[in-house]
């Protein structure tokens, strides 16, 4: 093997090297467990369902609504028990 060729497999194989280590840094990065999928930032691409992230912050927001709605009512006026 001449020196030029030695130079190259050189090369090769620390580019290799350099190659894997950056990939497996970069998995270890992240959140760990269920990533939470981001609403779209612009246009209104279809609802995808129930776990699309809009249908569940209405969802949410309807909950909380009818919470609150149950919250400000007032309560029913104690019934007597004796017959007038």
């Known amino acids: 093997?001449?020196?030029?060729?030695?130079?190259?497999?050189?090369?090769?194989?620390?580019?290799?090297?350099?190659?894997?280590?950056?990939?497996?840094?970069?998995?270890?990065?992240?959140?760990?467990?269920?990533?939470?999928?981001?609403e779209p930032m612009w246009g209104n691409p279809p609802n995808e369902g129930p776990l699309d992230p809009r249908s569940i912050r209405a969802a949410e927001e309807a909950a909380r609504a009818a919470s609150e709605a149950d919250q400000s009512q007032p309560a029913p006026p104690?019934?007597?028990?004796?017959?007038q």
């Open 1 to 38: 093997m001449t020196l030029l060729a030695a130079r190259q497999n050189v090369r090769a194989m620390r580019t290799a090297l350099l190659l894997v280590l950056s990939v497996s840094a970069l998995s270890a990065c992240g959140l760990r467990g269920e990533l939470v999928r981001p």
């Open 78 to 83: 104690p019934q007597s028990s004796t017959p």
